[in-house]
C-alpha cells in the first residue's frame, strides 16, 4: 500500500488550490481515504473522509463548507481542493487509508504543506 | 461531537523506563480507540488499534488497554527511538477527533 501525495504548494490568500494523494497497492475503491491537517507546531485534526466506491463524505464540523473532498476512481486518486485559501490555511496536510469497516487510518501518506501568504 | 483528553500534555522519561499516556473519551466508546506515534517531520505511524491490538510491526513494548472512556498506552522499557508525540483518535462515531497529543521528551 503506498500513498503519494502532491508536492509543497505556496499560494497567495483567496486563491484556490486541489492537493492530490494518489493510492497503490490495494483495490482502491474498497477503503475510505481521509485527510488530516498539522497546522505549525500543533496536533492533528480530522478534516474528513470519503468512500472511493461511491463518494459517500463525511467532513468534520470545523472543516464542513471550508474544504472539499472528492476522488477520481479512473486513477486512484484523492483530492483535498479550497476555493479560496486564507492565511490560516498553512499547514502540513496528510491523506490516510483507513484500515477497512472500522474508520481509523493505518496507511499515510508523507503529507502536503501547504503555506499561504501574501 | 466526541471529544478526547490526554494526559499529560508532555513527559520528561529516561531510557529504560516505563511511560503511561491516559486518552479520556467525553462518552463511552467501547474499545473504538487508535494510538499513534509521530515524530517531528514524519507522518504519523498507527501502533494500537481496538484499544489494546498491536498493529503488524511495532514492538511489543507498546502496549494498550481501555473500554469506554479511560484508555492507557504503555511503553515498557522506553527506547531512543520512542521520544516522539503520541496521538489517541476515537473511531467510535464522527467526527473521529484525535487527542490533543502527549509529547515524549528525554530527561
Known amino acids: 500500500v503506498q500513498l503519494v501525495q502532491s508536492g509543497a504548494e505556496v499560494k497567495k490568500p483567496g486563491e484556490s488550490l486541489r492537493i492530490s494523494c494518489k493510492a497503490s497497492?490495494?483495490?482502491?475503491?474498497?477503503?475510505?481515504i481521509g485527510w488530516v491537517r498539522q497546522m505549525p507546531g500543533k496536533g492533528l485534526e480530522w478534516m474528513g473522509i470519503?468512500?472511493?466506491?461511491?463518494?459517500?463524505?463525511t467532513y468534520s464540523p470545523s472543516f464542513q463548507g471550508q474544504v472539499t473532498i472528492s476522488v477520481d476512481r479512473s486513477i486512484s486518486t484523492a483530492y483535498l481542493q479550497w476555493s479560496s485559501l486564507k492565511a490560516s490555511d498553512t499547514a502540513m496536510y496528510y491523506c490516510?487509508?483507513?484500515?477497512?469497516?472500522?474508520?481509523?487510518?493505518?496507511?499515510w501518506g508523507q503529507g502536503t504543506l501547504v503555506t499561504v501568504s501574501s | 461531537a466526541i471529544q478526547l483528553t490526554q494526559s499529560p500534555s508532555s513527559l520528561s522519561a529516561s531510557v529504560g523506563d516505563r511511560v503511561t499516556i491516559t486518552c479520556r473519551a467525553s462518552?463511552?466508546?467501547?474499545?473504538?480507540l487508535a494510538w499513534y506515534q509521530q515524530k517531528p517531520g514524519k507522518s504519523p505511524n498507527l501502533l494500537i488499534f481496538?484499544?489494546?491490538s498491536l498493529e503488524t510491526g511495532v514492538p511489543s513494548r507498546f502496549s494498550g488497554s481501555g473500554s469506554g472512556t479511560d484508555f492507557t498506552l504503555t511503553i515498557s522499557g522506553l527506547q531512543p527511538e520512542d521520544f516522539a508525540t503520541y496521538y489517541c483518535?476515537?473511531?467510535?462515531?464522527?467526527?473521529?477527533?484525535f487527542g490533543p497529543g502527549t509529547k515524549v521528551d528525554i530527561k
Open positions: 470519503i468512500y472511493p466506491r461511491d463518494s459517500e463524505t
Open positions: 497497492g490495494y483495490t482502491f475503491t474498497n477503503y475510505w
Open positions: 462518552q463511552a466508546i467501547s474499545t473504538a
Open positions: 481496538d484499544a489494546s
Open positions: 490516510a487509508r483507513q484500515a477497512g469497516e472500522a474508520l481509523f487510518p493505518n496507511y
Open positions: 483518535q476515537q473511531f467510535h462515531s464522527h467526527p473521529l477527533f
